[in-house]
């Protein structure tokens, strides 16, 4: 499980260096706003938010896997994600 970021991922980083190269500029994960923002963008009051794929159990998605051990615990876990997001 130490292997899961929660900071810098893969699908962050693509979409930051997108962005930069088109020319915006941006703020990473500030603590100021509501949430866990990946990328805010100040100048167009803008916030950005990067689910990966483990956490956020997206359907049908190759990366959401359930671990092996503790099974009850991750289905639970990752169903609260999962609830949360819709809420949200």
């Not at 088109?22 to 167009?44: A, C, M, N, Q």
Request: proline share 3%.
């Amino acid at each position: 499980m130490s292997a899961i970021k929660a900071k810098n991922t893969t699908p962050e980083i693509a979409v930051r260096k997108y962005l930069h190269s088109k020319g915006y500029r941006f703020r990473l994960h500030r603590k100021d706003l509501p949430g866990k923002t990946d990328i805010v963008l100040s100048k167009w009051k803008t916030a950005i938010f990067i689910n990966d794929c483990y956490w956020h159990r997206h359907e049908g998605c190759k990366y959401a896997y359930t671990p092996k051990t503790n099974i009850v615990f991750w289905e639970e876990k990752f169903k609260t994600n999962a609830d949360r997001d819709r809420k949200i």
